[in-house]
């Protein structure tokens, strides 16, 4: 991997002249990275497989025309078992260091908020971080409109949902998404954050408020804008026990289709205020010396809403309390929710048997993981399958075994199984049986 | 004239005592262990050997060293090179600086009653600043056995890190939690590209279901 390497790097040289090269500090290199899912529903008499394969061979490089410059970017080939060819920029940005105490990032790389909970995905944008001795203040803004449909993890509306089955629907839902964090680092590890999301949809492609009949034909829903402010804390209690807290309030308008006495159904759409809360506690305590063990206990809470008849934009009250995340996350092997009436309880505990050897497994990290969910409240939930006339709020438990192996520098392997146990009075049909997942992952880079 | 001649001397007489320049002593040394004064080249050092403000010293492959400046120590550990920047005794405080070119030392600074002192130890990336504690510092990487540390990356960015805990920089990173640099010992991270991520999943567009029914 390495002589190919050296060989695309000669290449180079030879095109652009060894001094123009040198001079930018200039280097090349290419990943291959694999994920192969095979989650299976275990009913009486029945198996449901649901397999999906996703690959991506990828070029990268960088360079640094000065000490204070440098450029950085990725393109590569994606197959998907539903998009089996894909080209796709995976990031192009600038980096510059003005002052000492001011840098800038402009073109398409990640944006996340503290938690990573609401908001970690590619955008194309411009950040400003200003750098301080007791912290850094960041403010970023970004657009999602240019991102490739199969690749991007924004999935807010109904529209945005219709659209991932809409074949001339090439890119991703267009939202404008602002950032101001600040990051204090001592004597706590204090996040503030304020974040802004704009649903830049033409009024053409959504339902407009005053609609009184449920289905139009065409459209699938209307836009979702909303807001986030949130505070997180972390730090030490005690010598290899840390903490870590934080909460999100969340506003914005979601379409509801509301009771409307001067319509000829009795109902018309309408723009219902939102009012929705994330927040989590965890603790982690390590002991390096028995084989770099790490214990973690997390909770996670996001509100729901009882009165709501779908996950996205589904709200039947005069307001709503779903919490709705930016950008989806991925939790679990075999059921994979996502926040929002949901509460999640997750303990796992990890060890490096062969830590202290000198050979290549030192860099096996094997995890035992118990993830436990629950609605916040009855209502819908992100995965389908929910009886809906059920009251029921724990939803199942999911036990994981996870081995992380990286013998090599530019080699990994993910292996993981986990078993989702459901509760059968919360799901119906195939839903209600237990399902396995398994998932391999390997990364190579050359 | 006379006087001011008088109470120069006698100024140029107790300057020393009010201020002056500590000397760093090679305590112990195994391997290769070489000294380079201000103006002079690289030399073998031996026990017992004495080094001045501006001095370097480095260790070869298996060598050690160990530093005794007086109101602290320093391990110097094998394929690093330091220099003494600054070493100054005033009365009631105890100035000391270094930097540490590459490699890694472990500092133990000693508390003393009635004495201030201030104890930095720089890199290209980082800056440990102590009173009173103990830490292993590699240039990038610091963990603290005893006491307090004022761990700054290069643009001034800093973080106390208490004993038992790390934190670390790449010099223009905000230094790193404890739990943060703990996870770089017992966390394996498998994916190889620069930014760290694997391929990751969508929630879009699930692939068709295959159902195998039996009787």
Redesign the interface.
Known sequence: MKALRALAFAFLLSLLGTAAVSALDFDI?G?L???S?FPVTVAP????????????L?I?A?MHPSSAVSI?G?ASY?F????PFLINL??LNMNW?ML??L?TTVGRF?FADFTGLVLNHTLDGLMLEQ??????VTEAVGYSGLIL?????I?MSSTDSAD??NSSVYLAAPRLIEKVEV?F???L?INLAVILQQDLRPGSQLIQPGEQYQTVSGLEGGSLSTEYLGLGV???IA??L?F?GFAYGSMGSTLSYLPDSGSVTGFSYKYAPMYALLGGVGL?Y?I?QTL???IELQAIYSSGNANATSYLEGNTSSYSTMFIPIS?E?IGVAF?P?LGNLIMLNLNY???PW?QSDTVWK???LMAKVLSYFRSTTGPI?QPGLNASSSALYLGTEPEIIA???PY??????LSTGVFLPNGAAFTGSAANPTIGARI?????F | MKASIIVTLAALMLAPAAFSQSQVVLKESTGKVEVKAPRGGWTPAAVGARLDMGASISTGFSSTALLDLGTSTIRVAPLTRMQIVDLVARQGSVSTSLFLTVGRVHAEVKKAEGLRQSFVLRSPQATAAVRGTEFDFDGLTINVVNGVVQF?NA??????V????GSSTNG?E??T???QN??G???????????GG??????????????????
């Open positions: 290199g990943t990275d694999d994920y899912s008499g029945s198996a449901i497989f649901a397999p999906d394969q996703r690959d991506r990828g990268w960088t950085a990725a994606n998907t078992l539903v998009v995976d990031y260091r000492p105490w840098s990640t750098d301080f001795s007791i912290g850094k449909k199969p690749v991007s993890l999935l991932q089955t990051l680092t001592v004597p590890n972390s730090g030490s010598p290899s840390y870590n982690k390590y390096e770099f063990s790490r989806q991925v994979m996502q990890s060890l490096k830590g860099n096996l990290q992100s992380n192996f990286r520098s530019d080699f990994g392997l993910v992952e390997f990364s190579m880079s | 700054s643009l001034g960015q800093y973080r106390d208490p004993a038992g805990e223009t905000t230094p939690t404890g739990d703990a996870d010992q017992v966390v394996v991270v498998p994916y190889t590209s620069p930014t694997g391929v990751l999943p969508t929630g879009q567009q699930q692939p068709a279901t295959v159902t195998i029914t039996w009787q």
